[in-house]
């Protein structure tokens, strides 16, 4: 980044290290540059772009994945490119391009569940209990005051995780509305983010039922690979034909009394479903 004035800090000094710190002053025009010979790019929010510009997440420009059968990234909003703000009605930036990914790739950008969360992000245990069962396509939102205001954190989709960490894909890290796909470990999140705000994830969508035992059956979301068990069963107990799978064997479970089964959502907490042991979720 340039600028015509370099920002100072609370004691009035001139902070021009590549590093971030609170509460500096910012005066004058401040650009900066996507490629060699390009024409430079303004900074809106220089403060957040120095941030971002500090923060060293692992760039992906060549990631690919595929979520819930649509390719990411977006055919028009690949690694370095630009969101133009006007993909998603009643919000931009970084909100903006998180609803439209999400909406392109659920079909509503409201769909699914929302949990706010609004709690201080404690360290790199915190982020990996919170973060790691999300289902792929969730919308992860951060705050950076505990206000939790729209204009103070950050929103980014989840597009890849692992035992270390996860991948996302965002707009406006730059400060100058910027598609991004980064790669950041736990510990990387919790010292960049103060706040968890809320997680917006997609309803399950199994698959059938298919037996793994001789008392059990599974069956797995095609959107975010979640397993669900649940007991062979027939309308009587005995030898016979399970109802979900087709398994013939000693049922153990008859259907006579019991409850549908729940809508379980991605966001579900394993406390909030039913006790009955005939059904169990891992995901």
Not at 46 to 71: E, M, Q, V
Not at 111 to 126: C, F, L, M, N, P
Not at 135 to 149: E, M, W
């Amino acid at each position: 980044m340039i600028g015509t004035q370099a920002p100072t800090d609370a004691q009035g000094n001139a902070h021009t290290a590549l590093t971030y710190k609170e509460n500096l002053t910012w005066g004058g025009e401040y650009y900066y540059y996507k490629t060699e010979g390009e024409a430079p790019i303004l900074v809106e929010d220089p403060d957040w772009f120095l941030f971002a510009a500090a923060s060293n997440f692992t760039s992906l420009p060549n990631f690919k994945t595929t979520i819930n059968g649509k390719a990411i990234p977006h055919s028009k909003y690949a690694h370095g490119s630009t969101y133009n703000n006007n993909d998603f009605s009643g919000a931009t930036q970084c909100e903006g391009f998180a609803k439209y990914i999400y909406q392109y790739l659920f079909g509503s950008a409201y769909s699914g569940t929302k949990t706010d969360v609004k709690e201080r992000i404690t360290g790199a245990t915190y982020v990996k209990n919170k973060l790691s069962n999300l289902p792929l396509g969730s919308i992860i939102r951060t705050d950076k005051t505990g206000a939790y205001q729209s204009n103070t954190g950050h929103a980014m989709v989840l597009v890849g995780k692992d035992s270390s960490g996860i991948t996302i894909y965002h707009a406006n890290w730059d400060g100058a509305n910027g598609v991004m796909i980064h790669y950041l470990t736990w510990s990387q999140f919790a010292n960049t983010f103060n706040y968890l705000y809320y997680l917006r994830c997609p309803n399950h969508a199994y698959g059938a039922w298919k037996s793994i035992s001789s008392t059990t059956h599974q069956r797995t979301c095609t959107i975010c690979g979640a397993t669900q068990n649940g007991s062979h069963y027939a309308k009587t107990t005995g030898m016979g034909t399970c109802l979900g799978c087709g398994y013939y064997g000693n049922i153990l479970v008859g259907t006579q009394g019991l409850p549908d089964e729940p809508e379980l959502l991605c966001c579900s907490p394993i406390s909030s479903l039913p006790p009955e042991d005939y059904l169990k979720h891992r995901g």
